[in-house]
Each structure stands twice: as structure tokens, then as C-alpha cells.
């Protein structure tokens, strides 16, 4: 069997099993054991955070999905072969809560983005149909300054034509060049599509036992 067909057979095989529901953190001191290594799953209300997850495991019941912008407001956990944490986050920007719940639930988001000492990777949802909006630049900073790994997904490309896509890709990619802490491969995804999602798995299973 070719090379990238073992890795395509290994993969599939990997995101077979769900991970397993932990818990959902409202206060940084709720956070389990630093003992795994954490990739989180950040980006703006609405960007498809969970719609990603779901679809990265062929579920639909795994993250909770909803169109109401800001319905995640914690911290969800999810155990991943026991060996790794994915951590699906509240959005920031727009949400349909009121005001205090919102600054509540940021300056958590914030504080774990900034304080998190197993954290490995920071995958940064954006909406290809909207790109890269001062609020997105503002946590991109925030992981700079940290220095924590992040990742930008592009979702829903599905709704936009190959030439904007391509376009928006370069204008991202020239960004990225004066953030130290990015990394320079931007994944494009369809949640809904089922679209680039091997390559987001692929960097997932990097940080797992068999494959590092």
C-alpha cells in the first residue's frame, strides 16, 4: 500500500473513536490536570467550531451546534484516546447574551489562551466568507505574546468561489508573516462539505503517541 494511503488508513481509523465528554469549565480553577497535552478550537460566535468537530469525527452529537451566536460559553472537554484534550471554546465577538455573561466568559477564554502550560496547539477558526476581523487579530496577539502555537482553519469554503478563496488565502498567509507563534500551513475546511478535514486530523494525530 502507497505511503499516503497507509496515512489515509491510519487516520480513518484514529477518528473512528469518539472522543468522550469531560466537562465544561465556567471558572479557570474548574480546568482538569495540565497531565495531556490540549489543542483548542478558537475562533469568532458562529465561526462552526463545533460544526468542525462534529464533522471531524462523523458525528453530529458531539459538540453541540446551534446558529444563535455565543451558545458555547465554556470551556467543553473532550478526552481523546486518553491521550490528548480538545477543547472546544466560547466564541468572541458578537454573541446573543447579555453584555456581563459575554466580558465573563472572554476574560476566561483569555486567561486560559494566555495561561495554559499544556496547551500545544491553538486551531483559529475564520469564516472565509468574512476573513480576518480586528477582534481575530486581537487573540492572534494574545497567542504572540504567550507563545502558543496557533493554527489558522479556514471553514465554510464551500460558500465562497475558488478565486476569493485563493485570494483571501495570500492576504491571510502575508498577515501571518509578522505573527511569531503561527503556523505558516492555512487548512480550509467544509464542516458541512466534508472538505479538508484530513489535513486537520492529520495535525491532530501529530500530537498523539503513535504518530509523534
Known sequence: MPKQEELTSSINKLFSKLPTFMLSVARLEQLPSSDKNE????????????SLINALFNTKNLAKTSSTPGRTQ?????????????????????????????????????????????????????????????????????????????????????KISTSALLDLEKNIEKKLEKHPAAHTKI??????????????????????EEFS
Open 39 to 50: 489543542i483548542a478550537f478558537a475562533g469568532r460566535s458562529n465561526v462552526g467550531k463545533s
Open 74 to 158: 465554556q470551556l467543553n472537554y473532550f478526552n481523546f484516546l486518553n491521550q490528548i484534550y480538545l477543547v472546544d471554546l466560547p466564541g468572541y465577538g458578537y454573541a446573543k447574551a447579555p453584555q456581563t455573561e459575554v466580558k465573563r466568559w472572554q476574560n476566561i477564554l483569555l486567561s486560559y489562551l494566555k495561561g495554559r502550560v499544556n496547551l500545544r496547539r491553538v486551531f483559529v477558526l475564520v469564516d472565509s466568507r468574512i476573513g480576518l476581523k480586528s477582534n481575530d487579530d486581537e487573540i492572534l496577539k494574545q497567542l504572540d505574546d504567550a507563545a502558543v502555537s496557533y493554527q489558522i482553519i479556514l471553514t465554510k469554503i464551500d
Open 187 to 208: 487548512l480550509k475546511t467544509s464542516a458541512e462539505k466534508k472538505v479538508g478535514l484530513e489535513s486537520v486530523q492529520e495535525e491532530i494525530a501529530s500530537f498523539l
